[in-house]
Every structure is written in structure tokens, then in C-alpha cells.
């Protein structure tokens, strides 16, 4: 039993970790913390914080004495956050994130946190949908989703086990990865997917014919670009901070667009198939050995 949790950032991520918390009894009061008083007054009455604290404002009130702290607000906003919290930080209070991104959140713990880095365990649940704000946090998102941790060498194990411990109370299972290994393994799984999902439609809504496009986008539009529908600010943030993996994972699909650019200009139907069929057997597999071991996500989840 967790006695104070606080959370900075009230919406999806947030709100569907103190609603996954409050539905397990794991917590006994819960603070939100965001720069929307409209999200907080939201959060409130829909009962997903007990009390709730502008930025800014009572901040040593509002973590005083507080067991665990999760940053679920954008990764642009770790290193501000962090330091406005720093001061106040009590020896026996972890915190931890959710962000997408883990090589960034972790150089702006170091370059903030001090003597108190230990207290910081990064984390990124692998849960989402495109729609936010408190109104979208739901109590089962984590729910049989796997839960990302990347421990720093400084962790005490007790500390990592807090966290982790906090996720599973949320229906999450646990993995563990290096920050640099997180980040390119998410760059090609996730980052890469919504960036081109976001292009298609950019793409598509910026042609002279785009409403005739639209009338016409049926099912398979529609599950593609799905993703798009997610919040521009964190995606763009998200982007950024994983610069370098990204464009890596973006070269590469350069590189097999051309290829298959190539294949369809020269009328090479035997090309084509290898590929669509290599690709279908790939998803196939993938579905049946990992997906399929989940329990289905609500209808419009996405992966972050």
C-alpha cells in the first residue's frame, strides 16, 4: 500500500495509473499535479485524484511525505519538472516517468537530480490511446501491457521495486532495458509508425482533392493512420528526443520504399509478393508468439 502518490500530468497516461492504483487499493491519497486547471477540476470530479495542485504552486505541501511521484506529462518537460521538485524531495520518496523516451529523461535526471539521482527510476509503460485528457484515463490500459523500466546504476533495488511494484498494481508486466536499447527498439516499433502515419495524412489532407480522398478512406485508412489521432505536442517531443535512433529506423524506410518503388516501376510482380508475403508472415508470427499472449486493448489504443 502506497500511503501518498503524486501525479504530474492528469490526462491518459496519468489518470489511467491512478484509476488502475485506486481500483487495486494499492493507494491511500492521490495528488494531481497539472498545468490545466480545467484537466484538474476534471480530474476531480471524476474521482481520479483525491486533491489537486497547480505547478507552481504548494509544490513542498504537495509532495511532502509522498511514497512515489510519476512524471506523465511530455519529455520536454522532465528537466523543468524535476527541478521544481528537487528542493523539496523528501530522502524516502521515489520518482519515477512515463515518457516514450528514455536516453533523454535520463541525461536530464543526471544533469538536474544531484545526490538525489538515485531517487529517479525511468520507466515507459507500453499502453496508450489517441485520445486524452481525464476523460480518456481508463482503469484497465494497463492491463496485461508490459511496462518498461531502465534502472540506473545508482538505483537502490528496493527502489526499482517500488515502481515496478506500483505498475503491476495497475495490471502491467514488467521488462527491463537500457535506455539506449529502449530507444532504438522504439524508435523502429513505435516512433517510426506514428511519424509516417502523421505524413500520410498531412499528405493527403494538403491535396486540392482532399475531400474526395477522405469520403472514399474506408477500414484500412482508417487502422493505419489510427495513431495519427495522437497528441501532436508529445509526438513532437517525442521526435525530437529520439533524434538520432529515429532517423536512423527512417533511412532504412527510405531505403525499402525505393527498393520497392523500384520493383513496382520495372512491373516486377515477383518482387512485390516476396515482399508483401515476407511481410505477412512477419506480423503473422508476431501475433501469434507475443500478441496473442495479451489480452486485446481497448478499440482505439495505440502504442506509445
Given at each position: ?5 503524486v ?10 495509473f491512478a484509476?488502475?492504483?485506486k481500483?487495486?487499493?494499492a493507494v491511500?491519497?492521490?495528488?494531481g ?8 477540476a476534471r480530474?476531480l ?21 509522498a511514497d ?7 519529455v ?9 521538485i528537487?528542493?523539496?524531495l523528501?530522502a ?18 543526471r544533469?538536474?537530480m ?8 525511468p520507466?515507459h509503460p ?22 518498461v ?45 506514428h ?5 500520410l ?18 477500414s ?13 505536442e508529445?509526438w513532437r517531443d517525442i521526435s ?8 536512423t ?5 527510405l ?7 523500384a ?5 516486377d ?10 511481410a505477412?508472415r ?10 496473442a ?5 481497448p478499440?482505439?489504443?495505440?502504442a506509445?
Amino acid at each position: 500500500m502506497l500511503n501518498k502518490v503524486v501525479i504530474f500530468g492528469v490526462g491518459l497516461i496519468g489518470g489511467s495509473f491512478a484509476r488502475g492504483l485506486k481500483q487495486a487499493g494499492a493507494v491511500r491519497h492521490l495528488v494531481g499535479v497539472d498545468r490545466s486547471e480545467a484537466f484538474l477540476a476534471r480530474a476531480l470530479e471524476l474521482g481520479i485524484i483525491d486533491s489537486a495542485i497547480r505547478p507552481g504552486y504548494r509544490f513542498e505541501e504537495a509532495i511532502a511525505g509522498a511514497d512515489l511521484i510519476l512524471l506523465a506529462a511530455p519529455v520536454a518537460q522532465t528537466a523543468r519538472i524535476l527541478q521544481s521538485i528537487l528542493p523539496h524531495l523528501d530522502a524516502s520518496t521515489i520518482v519515477t516517468d512515463a515518457g516514450s523516451t528514455k536516453s533523454d529523461v535520463v541525461a536530464a535526471a543526471r544533469a538536474v537530480m544531484g545526490d538525489k539521482l538515485s531517487q529517479f527510476v525511468p520507466g515507459h509503460p507500453i499502453a496508450g490511446r489517441e485520445t486524452n485528457g481525464p476523460d480518456a484515463a481508463i482503469v484497465d490500459l494497463y492491463k496485461g501491457k508490459k511496462t518498461v523500466l531502465t534502472p540506473l546504476a545508482e538505483n537502490d533495488p528496493a527502489a526499482v521495486e517500488r515502481v515496478a511494484n506500483a505498475w503491476k498494481a495497475c495490471g502491467a508486466i514488467i521488462h527491463t532495458l537500457t535506455p539506449e536499447e529502449h530507444d532504438k527498439v522504439f524508435a523502429a516499433v513505435s516512433h517510426l509508425p506514428h511519424l509516417l502515419a502523421y505524413a500520410l495524412v498531412d499528405d493527403i489532407e494538403r491535396k486540392p482533392h482532399s475531400d474526395l480522398l477522405f469520403q472514399y478512406a474506408a477500414s484500412g485508412f482508417r487502422d493505419f493512420t489510427r495513431i495519427a489521432g495522437s497528441s501532436p505536442e508529445m509526438w513532437r517531443d517525442i521526435s525530437l528526443a529520439n533524434q538520432a535512433a529515429l532517423l536512423t529506423e527512417l533511412d532504412a524506410y527510405l531505403a525499402q520504399l525505393t527498393r520497392l518503388r523500384a520493383s513496382l516501376a520495372a512491373g516486377d510482380a515477383a518482387a512485390l509478393e516476396a515482399t508483401y508475403a515476407n511481410a505477412q508472415r512477419a506480423r503473422r508470427q508476431w501475433i501469434e508468439t507475443i500478441e496473442a499472449a495479451e489480452p486485446p486493448q481497448p478499440k482505439d489504443a495505440a502504442a506509445e
